[in-house]
């Protein structure tokens, strides 16, 4: 990060002549004893500490955005090479490779051109399978005449090239959009280092900034690239069982399996165990099953950055995910519960018990009466909003 680093420089040398400026305000309010708190009066005891360790974050700031850096990639490295020792058919080395771009000689272009090939193959022969496994059940102990086999050839030739054209779309979109996340936390690193200075001295006025936020944004964005390379395996894993399991029937399984281990060697795990095919589903389900749970998971990528970097910079998890999305709805549910129940006492106020106020000093002089005006009020306003929508 050497042409950050001249950034921060200019930056650090900037915000030393505000830490003056600061030293200079807070001496003025020394001087006049101005109160920061309705009990509590600044002093040279609470002010000199709080600008001598600002002084020290902002000089090591860039130090300390470093270490955070290294300690992301020691983490990660540990993670691919315990996944590496511990679990048949992966290696360390490649996992680490995948991670730090070096994979193949080109790094992530490799996995992509891996994962299309992947998923065109599983396209085709997961639903061929699954339709013949289907029609196989379907008429059991019937011989197909030449012209019904006719017209499920035309409808496969037609089927195929217009859902497996709309299925790479969305393979390519959100790989575009994995890279856009993953470009966009590089540029969320780079400007959180090059204004590092700035945000520690604000940090004397405002709680919102200081050196607590700044490095918590610095890990979420820092947390996004072990988060996706997880998902990422997943997703690959996920879609070479697919075209194994689709191609059993038709195609010698170690073809397939050599071609990704020579794409991906050590990043794909194969297992000729069973597959579990849930109820209600029937057979033939496996080769979709394991191809619906990979594009899952590379097109819940952004989404999962986005929760990632609610939990580590302490804001939760962003509303805009699909777990903040169905807690806003249950949210919704219940408070429409509620004004239902309001509702329904005010169109018969015989359901209404009331407790024995006049034991509360402060409630003694509250009448029935405005009670009722009040459940009235909330009558009216749940006319208004009877009709509820889910947020968008």
């Known amino acids: 990060m050497g042409v950050v680093q ?76 315990t996944i590496g020792a511990t679990s048949q058919g992966f290696y360390g080395t490649a996992i680490w490779s995948l991670f730090v771009g070096t994979l193949g000689g080109f790094g992530w272009t490799v996995y992509v051109v891996a994962y299309i090939i992947m998923t065109i193959v599983a396209i085709v022969f997961a639903l061929i399978s699954f339709i013949f496994s289907s029609l196989t059940n379907l008429l059991a102990g019937v011989v197909l005449g030449a012209a019904i086999g006719g017209v499920l050839m035309a409808i496969l030739s037609t089927m195929l090239p217009i859902i497996g054209t709309a299925l790479l779309l969305l393979v390519l979109f959100y790989i575009f959009k994995t890279t856009a996340v993953l470009i966009k936390a590089v540029v969320g690193i780079f400007l959180a280092v090059i204004f590092a200075p700035l945000q520690i001295l604000l940090g004397l006025f405002s ?62 795990n194969f297992s000729n165990k069973g597959v579990w095919v849930p109820p209600l589903l029937g057979d033939g389900w496996g080769g979709l099953i394991f191809m619906g749970a990979s594009l899952y998971i590379l097109f819940m990528i952004p989404k999962a950055t986005e929760i990632a970097k609610g939990i580590v910079s302490g804001k939760g998890i962003p509303e805009g995910t699909a777990i903040g999305e169905a807690t806003a709805f249950a949210g919704g549910m219940m408070a429409q519960n509620f004004g239902n129940k309001l509702s329904s006492l005010a169109e018969d106020p015989t359901k209404i018990r009331l407790p024995n106020l006049s034991r509360i000093p402060l409630l003694r002089n509250i009448k029935p009466e405005d009670i009722g005006s009040l459940l009235g009020s909330a009558h009216n306003w749940g006319l208004q909003k009877r009709t509820w929508s889910p947020p968008k």
């Not at 030393?16 to 309010?29: D, H, Q, R």
């Not at 609470?46 to 020691?74: E, N, R, W």
């Not at 075209?243 to 794409?263: G, I, P």
């Open 6 to 81: 001249d950034w921060w420089i200019t930056i650090r040398n900037l915000t030393y002549g505000f830490v003056v400026l600061v030293a200079l305000y807070y001496s003025f309010l020394i001087m006049f004893r101005m109160k920061i708190s309705p009990q509590a009066v600044i002093s040279i005891e609470s002010a000199i500490p709080k600008l001598v360790i600002a002084v020290l974050l902002i000089t090591f700031s860039y130090a300390i955005a470093g270490f955070a850096v290294d300690l992301m990639y020691v983490i990660t490295g540990i993670f691919a090479y």
């Open 207 to 268: 709680q919102g900034s200081g050196f607590g936020p700044w490095l918590k944004g610095l890990i979420a964005n820092l947390a996004v690239f072990p988060v996706i390379l997880v998902l990422l395996i997943l997703a690959i894993n996920f879609m070479a069982q697919s075209v194994n399991v689709s191609t059993a029937t038709y195609v010698q399984n170690s073809m397939f399996t050599d071609v990704w281990k020579t794409l991906l060697p050590g990043l794909i």
